[in-house]
Nanobody, 124 residues
Framework: QVQLVESGGGLVQAGGSLRLSCAAS????????MGWFRQAPGKEREFVAS????????YYADSVKGRFTISRDNAKDTLFLRMNSLKPEDTAVYYC?????????????????WGQGTQVTVSS
């Protein structure tokens, strides 16, 4: 069974930091682009960041640029999202996803494997 399992979410005060992880099992995604998305209550899912299969290329939503860093460890089939200077508006369920291709993608239609999500809550 192919799975993407996120971890690292939690409750943090504004200005704090968290690091999310996403571990793959059942198959390798080392040659696939990967991404992070989030969904806040009452809102649609939105793109956060993506990374190419080698990690050489990354792409960020304007709302997180300069605060979040996406990275990957292909030896461990694990994706990361380092989140600094967190704001209350970053509160959401965060999902990792694996793309069909090897590049870095913004559209969720490019992704065909999704994790179950991890909750991030930022208090003011």
């Amino acid at each position: 069974q192919v799975q993407l399992v996120e971890s690292g979410g939690g409750l943090v005060q504004a200005g704090g930091s968290l690091r999310l992880s996403c571990a793959a099992s059942g198959r390798t995604f080392r040659t696939n682009g990967m991404g992070w998305f989030r969904q806040a209550p009452g809102k649609e899912r939105e793109f956060v960041a993506s990374i190419s299969w080698t990690g050489a290329y990354t792409y960020y939503a304007d709302s997180v640029k300069g605060r979040f860093t996406i990275s990957r460890d292909n030896a461990k089939d694990t994706l990361f999202l380092r989140m600094n200077s967190l704001k209350p508006e970053d509160t959401a369920v965060y999902y990792c996803a694996a793309a069909r291709g090897a590049g870095w993608y913004r559209s969720d239609s490019e992704y065909n494997y999704w994790g179950q999500g991890t909750q991030v809550t930022v208090s003011s």
